[in-house]
């Protein structure tokens, strides 16, 4: 198990990390930018090669891994010629696309990833009733365990997230249900009643429901091309805007900063979704790209986000920052960074419940 889990974490950080760095390498050759190094990880070099004046290079530490641009450091003294291909010497705008091109790329391998699994196929949880809540408008309607839910107001229903999503749609309002149950289909309608229940963050919410819940009926569900798109289009949106919520609901202290998982716990789950088969290895690896994509977008210096904050000011203010602001921002940023890191891998740690690494915890009251 554990070397599944080294072998899967490998080609899981080493597809996102690639797909990151050859966004901002794409993007600076095609905006005259020259590239000095393309490298895979971090550290003493393991493999490389020069390909015209690019090294690319595997390096030890698989944690990340960074592009060198021509010029990047205000220190590099260049020739008249390389003056004009330095990433410094670019219009703001070239800079902006060059720095926002590694979260992009991310965010692209995950609708690639979605638009692949829609059209070849998910498992989905059926329209199928497995429980019926008494008293509720479902219980007072007639609905069985057992019954599959065909329309909700003559929109046709083929899992149950959309029936979920038509009840929560009506926002009260009266439904009319089709239903079958291996006998001629029968018409129901009924009343949503707004129902308390908690959503992922523990946090108490009130939902229109009508009081049933799902089998554990599976389906396979496929789609087209263009169908497939829109899909991915809104699940990798809807995964964005929950991981900011996330992060928004763990500096309000609502989601405990102990849910952060560093190398040890991604190791772990996709060692778990591997073993469960390719289809959620991979949807593991668009999730886990979305959230790459959203994190390197914070406005934290040294993060791409940090970067084109820096850029965004000097584009309203109309010149460049001090370098002695840059390089102070710099250093709290990365102070910022490791101590996220290093809380990050400490929770990944105690998670390994190793005895005297918890009572160290124990220890130092966390």
């Given amino acids: ?7 899967s974490v490998v080609i899981l950080l080493g597809v996102l990390i690639f797909v990151h760095e050859f966004g ?38 698989p944690l990340g891994g960074y592009v060198k641009l021509l010029g990047e450091s205000p220190d590099d003294l260049l020739s008249p010629e390389q003056e004009k291909r330095s990433f410094l010497k670019q219009p703001v705008w070239k800079r902006i696309i060059i720095v926002a091109a590694g979260p992009v790329f991310n965010f692209l391998l995950a609708i690639l990833i979605f638009n692949i699994v829609y059209m070849t196929g998910v498992p989905v949880l059926a329209p199928t009733v497995g429980g019926i809540e008494q008293g509720s408008a479902a219980w007072k309607a007639g609905i069985k365990e057992g019954d599959s839910i065909l329309t909700v107001n003559g929109r046709t229903i083929s899992q149950w997230d959309e029936l979920a999503e038509e009840i929560g749609r009506s926002k009260g309002k009266a439904v009319k249900l089709r239903i079958g149950n291996g006998e001629p289909p029968r018409e129901v309608t009924l ?36 169908n497939a798109f829109w899909m991915s289009l809104k699940q990798t949106w809807t995964i964005t805007k929950l991981t900011m919520v996330s992060i928004v609901k763990m500096i309000e ?50 993060l791409d986000g940090g970067h084109l904050m820096f850029f965004i000011i000097e584009l309203v203010i109309g010149r460049e920052i001090s370098i002695r602001w840059r390089e102070a921002a710099q250093q709290v940023g990365l102070v910022i960074l490791v101590l996220l890191m290093a809380f990050a891998f400490a929770m990944d740690i105690s998670r390994l419940n190793i005895g005297f690494i918890d009572e160290f915890f124990k220890m130092i009251g966390r």
């Fill in 24 to 61: 901002h390498f794409i993007a600076a050759k095609y905006s005259g930018v020259g590239v000095l190094k393309f490298s895979l990880g971090f550290g003493p070099k393991l493999i490389s090669r020069k390909i015209g004046e690019t090294e690319y290079l595997l390096s030890l530490i």
């Fill in 253 to 302: 202290g609502v989601v405990s900063p102990k849910n952060l998982g560093g190398p040890i716990l991604i190791a772990q789950i996709a060692g778990a979704q591997v073993k469960e088969g390719i289809t959620p290895f991979v949807l593991f690896m668009a999730l886990l790209s979305i959230n790459l994509a959203v994190l390197n977008l914070l406005p934290i210096p040294v």
């Fill in 191 to 226: 009343v949503p009643q707004l129902m308390k229940g908690t959503n992922i963050f523990g946090e108490e919410v009130e939902n229109y429901r009508i009081g049933i819940s799902a089998s554990s009926k599976i389906l396979i569900s496929r789609t087209g091309p263009l």
């Fill in 1 to 7: 198990m554990i070397g599944l889990s080294i072998i």
